[in-house]
């Protein structure tokens, strides 16, 4: 039977129930996802631990023959962020201690379920337990090397179940009903934001300056912090720079043009026009708050891309990052000035709550949440007077979710541990309240991940970062061939890397490629080298190459990046084949050489042969940053139904949110999603103070 991830709650009440009568080798239902705050629940999981011991001693005993060799085991498997290691413990008919290292998972996420796996193990006496939620990966890491340890221990070849991750039309589910007996804590504030990073952020800042009363509760231990490229057109950064630079003006109209193309129509053109209206004012704002503290700069990363050779997709500049005066603390960061100035005002911000559900009255207005304390899950009625603004992200970390709605995007990605890890909570919320989802589904995805050359992206595989991905070098697929125009957005390479066998291809460049990096002219985050303007980019060439090729956790010293002397032995080392990979790159110079892509069109500035020793590849897959669709909302902000119709007392922002991408994200736009993000959150917290 296909195993499931249960919640926290599910697992204490299995173990509980099941703490006497656990078969041998059996798996005791719900040894998933759990945590052991209270003293109770503590006591039902060590009195569940010690029952199956027991019982496993006593049936594997009567049987007369041992199933171990008593000792200590150790294996390791891969994790997200590198090995993790499980140390078991056997007599000679039961499994007796389990230690789990996940020192280097990502810390509250795979690192945080050590505990919880080594109890779901001495519970179920097996390694094939449930996964925890939100963590699979590490999970099944986990699973791999306590299946390693028992198969030294006794002997036998262990086989794991194959787990059911979802991925069919049930992924939503019913709202949960929590009884009042269980809702021990009750708070009042008139604008709750549910969600503390790009979007919650700024909602809380607004709504305290509104001179309202906010709340702000946010799952993790800590708030998120927000994205630095920050999209808007007409700020007064952007206004100064087209005095000297009249070639970065953007024609409102074209704006709103492009960014409806990119999403074949699937958009709310008028929302999509109160970003560009508004987004602006929004830069301005912030700028005035961030640089007011005497810790920061705003620059605008003035780049449009070479205009002697235009590419085939416009670039706009767009992009705003806040940088570090020279002398700041390094104490002081972006998260605890914005925190200074809600709390200033009056704000409260509460981590470690997470929401459980919206609570709406009659007629359907929404009056608040109901919320859980991850600490010791006792749960929380929360009233908001003038309304909820959910800030809460995608579905990133959410597999059923993906599974189901973009299934596509999992055959591209490749794990590391940047990245979204919202699961989705907050769209459920709002669906079960009466919102509408987008039709279309679309992700934020870079060409920045890397594997093995053994390996395929997709993602139950476990890769590299790769920043360098995005530089328009040559790419060949698994057969060698070289498959489309390199140069363009993101996803647009990603997408014709899907068409490709196993989703998966080979970044190509030689000795010369920092010359050839200058030369692409590139545009946003990618950029290597500083703007147009003197704005410096998000990274450089230098570290992004020492990142790549020096010390032992480079991608060259474990076996991501290959070098050769030759094409014949590079196409080897990425076990590719020899005679169509050197074809194609004989082909690929030539092209180079005339200054002329009469394949697939590629602009003649990123035309860079390759044909100096040594030669450098890489297989590559996609960056999963977060999802982008969500609930529906109006140019108010407020979260609609199917027929229009606004839920009274929500509002929305960010990647929680639809109506604005679809199919792709128009990452030429530098900084749109969290422009948007932003623009929206500011907009929403106006209108609901105003209440």
């Not at 070849?157 to 929590?178: F, H, N, Q, Y």
């Not at 981590?351 to 929404?366: H, I, M, P, R, W």
């Not at 929305?652 to 030429?668: E, K, R």
């Amino acid at each position: 039977m296909a195993k499931k991830e249960l919640s926290r709650r599910e697992f204490l009440k299995g173990m509980a129930a099941g703490a006497v009568g656990v078969a041998a080798v059996g798996v005791l239902p719900g040894c998933g996802d759990y945590v052991l705050q209270d003293s109770k629940a503590a006591a039902a999981a060590e009195e569940a631990k010690v029952a199956a011991i027991a019982a496993a001693k006593e049936a594997a005993a009567a049987g007369g023959t041992p199933i171990y060799t008593p000792g200590t085991y150790t294996a390791s498997a891969k994790g997200i962020n590198g090995d993790v290691t499980v140390t078991m413990t056997f007599d000679e008919f039961s499994i007796t201690d389990a230690k789990i290292d996940v020192s280097g998972e990502t810390p509250d996420i795979g690192g945080a379920i050590g505990g919880q796996m080594e109890q779901a193990i001495l519970v179920g006496q097996t390694a094939d337990v449930d996964a925890v939620t939100g963590a699979s990966i590490t999970s099944d890491a986990i699973r791999t090397a306590a299946a390693d340890c028992i198969a030294q221990a006794s002997g036998k070849e262990v086989v794991l179940t194959e787990r059911d991750e979802g991925g069919s039309a049930d992924w939503l589910g019913t709202a949960p009903e929590i009884a009042e007996s269980d809702i021990t804590e009750e708070l009042s504030t008139e604008v709750l934001v549910v969600g503390c990073g790009t979007g919650g952020w700024i909602a809380a800042m607004t709504a305290a300056e509104e001179g309202s009363k906010v709340l702000v509760v946010e799952k993790a231990e800590t708030p998120t912090k927000i994205k630095e490229d920050i999209g808007s057109i007409n700020s007064k950064l952007q206004l100064e720079a087209f005095k000297t630079f009249p070639e970065f003006e953007i024609n409102k109209t074209e704006a709103l043009q492009e960014i409806v193309r990119y999403a074949s129509g699937y958009v709310d053109s008028d929302l999509v026009k109160v970003w560009i209206d508004n987004s602006g004012e929004l830069v301005d704002w912030l700028t005035d708050i961030l640089e007011g503290t005497g810790h920061w700069y705003m620059s605008l990363e003035g780049g449009i891309g070479n205009q002697e050779h235009p590419e085939r997709d416009k670039a706009f500049a767009t992009g705003h990052s806040p940088h570090p005066v020279e002398g700041k603390p390094d104490e002081v960061t972006l998260n605890t000035d914005m925190q200074e100035f809600v709390e200033t005002r009056g704000g409260e911000i509460r981590c470690n709550t997470s929401l459980v559900k919206l609570e709406q009255d009659a007629s359907g207005k929404v009056t608040g949440i109901i919320a859980q304390d991850t600490n010791d899950e006792h749960y929380i009625r929360i009233k908001a007077s003038k309304g909820v603004i959910m800030a809460t992200g995608g579905y990133a970390s959410n597999t059923a979710m993906m599974l189901a709605l973009q299934p596509q995007t999992m055959k591209m990605k490749i794990n590391v541990p940047m990245g979204s890890k919202s699961d989705g909570a907050g769209i459920k919320a709002m669906l079960w309240a009466g919102g509408e989802m987008d039709p279309c589904h679309a992700s934020m995805m870079f060409n920045r991940c890397s594997c093995l050359p053994t390996e395929t992206a997709g993602y139950k595989t476990n890769g590299k970062w790769f920043w360098f991905g995005e530089q328009p070098f040559l790419k060949v697929n698994l057969n060698g061939k070289r498959f489309c125009n390199e140069s363009g957005p993101y996803e647009f390479m990603l997408h014709s890397m899907y068409m490709q066998p196993n989703h998966t291809y080979c970044d190509i460049f030689d000795a010369n490629n920092k010359q050839y990096c200058e030369q692409f002219d590139e545009v946003g985050c990618c950029r290597l080298f500083p703007f147009d303007n003197g704005a410096l980019s998000n990274r450089g060439y230098d570290a992004t190459w020492k990142e790549m090729t020096e010390g032992e956790n480079s991608h060259l010293a474990l076996g991501y990046l290959q070098k050769a002397d030759t094409l014949e032995e590079l196409a080897e080392k990425l076990n590719i084949p020899v005679d169509n990979f050197v074809e194609s790159v004989k082909r690929y110079n030539e092209l180079c050489y005339k200054g002329v892509d009469e394949d697939y069109g590629k602009g003649p500035h990123r035309m860079t042969p390759v044909d100096t020793a040594p030669f450098y590849g890489i297989r590559t897959g996609a960056w999963h940053l977060t999802t982008l669709d969500g609930c529906r909302i109006n140019t108010d902000m407020q979260v609609i139904r199917e027929d229009g119709t606004p839920i009274e007392g929500l509002y929305a922002t960010g990647d929680c949110t639809g109506g604005f991408f679809a199919n792709n994200y128009p990452n030429l736009f530098t900084g749109l999603a969290c422009g948007r993000t932003m623009t929206f959150g500011r907009r929403a917290a106006k209108n609901v103070s105003k209440r």
